[in-house]
């Protein structure tokens, strides 16, 4: 059974730039979770998508933002890039059944 | 303030010496309590999930304990290995119809294990 899958794995964007990241979930899975992760902060959650409708959000701006596909795959995207968004961003798939499944994440460098 | 706290923050240790990570947390009620180990770059992987009824669950080397009445979750390594290296993070699930729920995250223990 296929794992989670984040593309890209790395990424280099300037400020002001946009950027949209993919993650497919595991097969069978319609719950995908999206965290930011930063040496100073952890963890944080984004967002949440379930059957292609957000369920839950966290304290984050609108530059953030994603959608979520028929077939359960997600994207999120961040416009209006700043330094600070430089981190991990890691997807996690989850069913009622089996408990969460995180994906290798997408480094993001904003310069 | 954080409702899940880890410590110690950062813990170095011999290889094959055995050692204890802790986990405070206050989310309540909460419907199970993981701890992950995510390498640097990588994303988590789950070592352990317990539910609030109980008290300690082993894989391998890990075993994770689950003290409710205190709120208290400890990871024990025995004989740890070099690839033991990376960062222990306490995960706790509120209790929520599923779909609805957060994770709550703690900000993780470095371990580093030297030869």
């Known amino acids: 059974k296929a794992g989670v899958t984040q593309t890209p794995r790395y990424l280099i964007k300037t400020r002001g730039q946009q950027v949209t990241l993919s993650c497919s979930p595991i097969?069978?899975?319609?719950?995908v979770s999206w965290y930011q992760q930063t040496p100073g902060q952890g963890l944080q959650f984004l967002f949440e998508?379930?059957?292609?409708?957000?369920?839950n959000k966290g304290n984050f701006p609108g530059r953030f933002s994603g959608r979520q596909f028929s077939n359960s795959r997600s994207e999120m995207n961040v416009s209006t890039l700043e330094l600070g968004d430089s981190a991990l961003y890691l997807c996690?798939?989850?069913?009622?059944?089996?408990?969460?499944?995180f994906g290798s994440g997408t480094r993001l460098t904003v310069v | 303030k954080n409702q899940v706290e880890q410590s110690p923050q950062s813990l170095i240790i011999l290889e094959g010496k055995n050692c204890t990570l802790q986990c405070n947390y206050t989310v309540s009620p909460f419907s199970n309590l993981r701890w992950y180990k995510q390498d640097t770059g990588r994303g988590p992987v789950s070592l352990t999930i317990?539910?609030?009824?109980?008290n300690t669950k082993s894989n391998g080397r890990y075993t994770a304990t689950l003290d409710a009445d205190t709120k208290q979750s400890s990871l024990h390594i025995t004989a740890s290995q070099l690839s033991d290296s990376a960062s222990y993070i306490c995960?706790?699930?509120?209790?929520?119809?599923?779909?609805?729920?957060?994770?709550?995250f703690g900000t993780g223990t470095r371990l580093t294990i030297i030869p």
């Open positions: 995960v706790v699930v509120p209790i929520s119809n599923f779909g609805n729920e957060k994770l709550t």
């Open positions: 996690a798939s989850s069913s009622e059944f089996e408990g969460y499944t």
């Open positions: 097969s069978g899975h319609r719950s």
């Open positions: 317990m539910t609030f009824s109980e």
């Open positions: 998508y379930f059957s292609e409708t957000q369920r």
